[in-house]
């Protein structure tokens, strides 16, 4: 029997993708391996977003290749983003390389398996339009109790610093009665927690429906057994409406935590970006959810340095900062891309300065999330319990509703005796820090 391994890099939306190709060759009787040693095949499924995720993926794709001479892989296959990205490129300037399956050629993967082992260097790309459905299986990679649901493929917002439209294509909506059945499929297997994703998941609904569907799709999947929690990940500001909010707000399977990547807060560099809110519309928004979803935990990400950037532009996005007190948020360095509208722009901004904002803003997020941490302490919360603390087998880590797998902090509960991963417990907050927070069980 061939064995393939696999190394899934980037977003969860990504590794929904890594997850299907995984089925595609288990149902073509290739085994799965995690150990590179022992594959006939490697499989990188890349990033190609920004200069950071291209250089982790060309350093993966060159660890991967090493394999041929110290384990007993026959070739290396990249597919994902950067080979949709750079395509011919990659293969003649990468002698590692074996394959390249692009963003739109994923159900090929066979195809490329077949032809590496043949002893040919293929290059499938393939059509910018495709997405996967309910009928296809999935390899989960995830713990047995959490998953991702990608509920569209691509994107339709073009904002100026951004490749996704490029790489993904143009936004596509599943249909309702997919995401039901695939999420069902899912509740059958012990998942419990459900994360919907997408490149803009309110947008969810407009190509197929007419108008943004998200919250006709969240009244259906809340109906699904043996789902506890729906978290709702990369909201786009703009189709946030009323009733999406009503929803999250009465719904108790809906986690009240909104991801929502705003980029800025100044209407110029707003603008610039493409983006299609104003500082004056998100604050609405805002004030909005939060008067109407107590305890709301709201995710946010900024970029700085981007094209254009003054001080007082910082300046503005800092004091927004300030008033907003943001429960989570990600701050990244601008990347100059080729190919996109900002990449050309003047006024790029030296990297030692973009450095020096992005330190300023994470020193300052720190400090926020530290006093809203802290002043969790006293509260009782519903842990999801996701493993143990080696050095210390009586306490037990995990995640509220106030944290999203991967990318938010961790709860820590004393004396949680013998539960095992996927169980819930009640434990309450004694002590908040930075990111983490360490609790009793009650």
Not at 43 to 62: L, M, P, W
């Amino acid at each position: 029997m061939l064995t393939a391994g696999f190394v899934s890099l980037g977003c969860a939306k990504n590794l929904v993708d890594t997850e299907i190709m995984l089925g595609i060759l288990a149902d073509n009787n290739i085994h799965i391996t995690d150990d590179p040693h022992a594959a006939d095949i490697l499989i990188v499924n890349t990033c190609g977003f920004i200069d950071s995720a291209k250089e982790e993926s060309i350093s993966t794709i060159i660890q991967m290749a090493d394999f041929k001479q110290a384990g007993k892989c026959r070739g290396v296959i990249v597919a994902g983003c950067l080979g949709q990205r750079y395509q011919q490129e990659l293969l003649d300037e990468l002698a590692e390389v074996s394959a390249i399956v692009g963003t739109g050629a994923w159900h090929r993967i066979m195809e490329a398996v077949q032809a590496v082992l043949a002893g040919e260097r293929v290059l499938l790309i393939g059509e910018t339009d495709t997405i996967y459905d309910e009928t296809m299986r999935r390899i989960t990679t995830t713990p047995a109790y959490s998953a991702y649901v990608k509920i569209a493929e691509g994107c339709s917002n073009c904002c100026s610093y951004c490749v996704i439209p490029l790489v993904r294509g143009k936004y596509r909506s599943r249909s309702i009665e997919s995401v039901i059945s695939e999420i069902q499929k899912l509740a059958e297997r012990g998942v419990k927690e459900i994360n919907l994703i997408a490149q803009d998941t309110t947008s969810y609904g407009r190509d197929r429906y007419d108008k943004p569907q998200l919250a006709m799709l969240l009244k259906e999947l809340v109906k699904i057994e043996g789902i506890v929690w729906i978290r709702l990940l990369y909201c786009y500001p703009k189709y946030f409406n009323d009733e999406l909010i009503e929803i999250i707000a009465n719904e108790p399977k809906i986690c009240k935590y909104i991801d929502l990547p705003l980029q800025h807060a100044d209407d110029e560099i707003l603008t610039a970006m493409n983006r299609r809110d104003t500082r004056e519309e998100i604050e609405r928004l805002l004030e909005k959810i939060r008067t109407a979803i107590p305890g709301v935990v709201i995710r946010t990400s900024f970029i700085v340095g981007f094209p254009g950037e003054t001080d007082s532009h910082f300046e503005l996005l800092k004091q927004f900062m300030i008033k907003q007190k943001f429960e989570r948020v990600g701050v990244f360095t601008y990347s100059q891309e080729e190919d996109t509208p900002a990449g050309i722009l003047e006024q790029q901004i030296p990297d030692n300065v973009k450095d020096e904002r992005y330190h300023e803003l994470m020193a300052l997020q720190c400090q926020i999330s530290e006093e809203l941490n802290r002043d969790m302490e006293g509260k009782v919360l519903a842990v999801l319990i996701e493993g143990y603390n080696p050095e210390q087998p009586d306490v037990a880590f995990g995640r509220s509703y106030r944290e999203a797998p991967d990318v938010d902090g961790r709860i820590y509960v004393e004396n949680a005796g013998s539960l095992s991963p996927g169980e819930m417990v009640q434990a309450q907050i004694v002590q908040g820090f930075t990111y983490d927070l360490l609790a009793e069980r009650k």
